[in-house]
């Protein structure tokens, strides 16, 4: 666990910094006029330090304690740029729209896909169904670590996923695209994990539905501060 030794600001504070970076569309300029105008004066840097340090600890803790996801995944990939290169930011979904894993590589060839394949697999274990578009590089890396599993390569069938890219293009937009390759893996791994707590399928839920839900991200977000090592 990240410890907050050295830090003279209080768990809380850091918290609330990086809850709100990740969770509205707020660049760290922003996240440090809301701490101002509550009388808190830290600098944008301070923000980003705490962001880049304390946004791995609470997705560690959300990858803990997450349930096991559906055995129906979606797969797909995106081109993201990044200082005039294009790079490939594939994502992973379950039948329910939570996302399981994001990677961030330089090719979209059969080696890429498998390499990507191969985390999940690690991760979550077999899979019953796994849907992506018409891209032939899937074909081998699914056959050979998941030969079991019903493959559908069908692009109309991998509407779930294409939405699940918005949020990652809203993003990109606000913070004037991504500076660097690490850059985009370590925030997108994070922004993910985040919202997928704290962002539930509201046009599904009753009001005191989504009230509920919303007071069990918050508690768990409190419980996940409260790990952080003093």
């Known amino acids: 666990m990240p410890s907050i030794k050295g830090f003279r600001f209080p768990r809380a504070i850091i918290s609330y910094a990086v809850w709100t970076y990740y969770r509205f569309n707020l660049s ?14 830290v600098s ?4 980003r330090l705490w962001v880049n340090r304390f946004g791995r600890h609470y997705v560690d803790c959300i990858r803990r304690d997450r ?9 797909d990939e995106v081109v993201i740029t990044i200082r005039g290169k294009k790079l490939w930011l594939r994502r992973a979904i379950d039948a329910d729209g939570d996302v399981l894993d994001i990677l961030v590589q330089t090719r979209r060839n059969a080696m890429a896909a498998k390499r990507f394949f191969q985390r999940l697999v ?23 670590l998941a030969p079991d599993a019903e493959h559908r390569a069908h692009k109309g069938l991998n509407n779930a996923i294409e939405v699940s890219h918005r949020p990652t293009r809203k993003r990109e937009k606000i913070i004037g695209r991504f500076k660097s390759h690490r850059q985009a893996q ?14 539930p399928r509201r046009y599904q839920l009753t009001a005191t539905s989504y009230r509920h839900a919303r007071n069990d991200a918050f508690s768990l977000w409190a419980d996940y501060t409260a790990e952080m090592e003093a």
Request: aromatic share 8%; net charge positive.
């Open 28 to 41: 760290t300029a922003d996240v440090e006029d809301l701490l101002a105008e509550c009388g808190i004066i």
């Open 44 to 47: 944008r840097e301070a923000i």
């Open 67 to 75: 349930p096991r996801p559906n055995d129906k995944w979606h797969m």
């Open 122 to 144: 690690a991760q979550f274990g077999e899979l019953r169904v796994v849907i992506t578009d018409k891209l032939r590089s899937y074909i081998k890396p699914i056959k050979t």
């Open 186 to 199: 370590r925030f997108l791994s994070a922004h993910d994990q985040i919202n997928l707590i704290f962002r």
